[in-house]
């Protein structure tokens, strides 16, 4: 896994490296703190249910979700996976179409939720 996630107070960085900018089709997305409405630590296995048709990427049942996916019951709205087995994966949730959440397998992700929150919600 080779996700960096840096949080500014305007935005937030995110850099897929090595096999997960392979396997996602993407290596760099920033989101601006202004669309940002919500970041969490979730379940996994709960946030896939919201998942739709894969759109550009990789899916492996049970082991592996990155790339760009449709959302059940919203039609036009697209997720950003890059997440493994972990059953947990920090979610970052945005007022945009593409992408309006963002999930990532990260070790940090409790700190990460927490900081990103927080800059949010000024």
Known sequence: MAIQVHVHD?????????PDRMLALKSHLRV????????????????????GWRVGGTYVPGCVAAGHYSTRGRKGVRQLWSAYR???????????????????QHPDRDRLAWLIAERAHR
């Open 10 to 18: 305007d935005a937030v960085d995110i850099e897929l490296t090595g």
């Open 32 to 51: 601006p703190m202004s669309v940002v409405t919500d970041a969490r630590v979730a379940s996994q296995q709960d946030l896939k249910a919201e998942l």
């Open 86 to 104: 972990d059953p947990e994966v920090l979610v970052i949730e945005t007022s945009l179409a593409n992408p309006w959440r963002i999930v990532l």
